[in-house]
């Protein structure tokens, strides 16, 4: 396994739904350290909380066309790695290239189902790879490409994100990207 430093910890105490595992829809979800080694072997999906890279404190999120605000990102295609499918997911979602990609948490989690829900993902435990990355509109502005599940893409500063993922069951979203803000701070 990798060593964590210190100051993840230190950062991720102050987080009170990151801290908090347990059980999700068909089975139990833990938030921990990114670890190169296990999510080469267990990775279904990639998530990229994206800054703007002419700012520090403006991130993006997306919204579904069922309403709800998510972070970029999803289910690994066959044969992709979590870095690829981060690639692919930010320029099919929001348009957007990624100038520096820093993977820094993974929800591992443990499925109770006894079918994987597509057959080329690891399971019954699965890892969803959680990055934070410094973007660049593709164009002239964030938007959708080849996706026609997002309806909205919007550059947000930071600290309105928990407005954002204030409602329904992505309320660790919110935590997710004041926990990057923080992390790429140092």
């Given at each position: 396994m990798n060593r964590t430093p210190d100051s993840f910890y230190t950062i991720l105490?102050?987080?009170?739904?990151?801290?908090?595992?347990?059980?999700?829809?068909?089975?139990?979800?833990?938030?921990?350290?990114?670890?190169?080694?296990?999510?080469?072997?267990?990775?279904?999906?990639?998530?990229?909380?994206?800054?703007?890279?002419?700012?520090?404190?403006?991130?993006?999120?997306?919204?579904?066309?069922?309403?709800?605000w998510f972070?970029?990102?999803?289910?690994?295609?066959?044969?992709?790695?979590?870095r690829i499918a981060a690639v692919r997911e930010l320029r099919e979602e929001i348009g957007a290239e990624i100038i520096q990609l820093h993977p820094f948490g993974m929800y591992v989690c443990v499925s109770e189902s006894k079918t994987p829900a597509k057959p080329h993902l690891?399971?019954?435990?699965?890892?969803?790879?959680?990055?934070?990355?410094?973007?660049?509109?593709?164009?002239?502005?964030?938007?959708?490409?080849l996706n026609d599940d997002i309806v909205e893409v919007r550059c947000v500063p930071v600290q309105?994100?928990?407005?954002?993922?204030?409602?329904?069951?992505?309320?660790?979203?919110?935590?997710?990207y004041h926990f990057a803000h923080k992390l790429r701070k140092k």
């Open positions: 105490s102050t987080f009170s739904t990151l801290t908090k595992g347990g059980r999700r829809g068909n089975g139990f979800v833990y938030f921990v350290p990114f670890d190169d080694e296990f999510s080469r072997s267990y990775s279904s999906h990639s998530y990229v909380i994206p800054f703007l890279d002419r700012s520090t404190h403006e991130c993006i999120v997306t919204r579904k066309r069922t309403g709800q972070l970029p990102g999803g289910t690994l295609e066959l044969g992709e790695n979590w690891p399971h019954p435990i699965a890892v969803r790879v959680i990055s934070w990355a410094d973007v660049r509109p593709m164009g002239t502005e964030f938007q959708p490409v309105m994100v928990d407005q954002t993922f204030s409602n329904g069951e992505n309320v660790d979203f919110g935590e997710l």
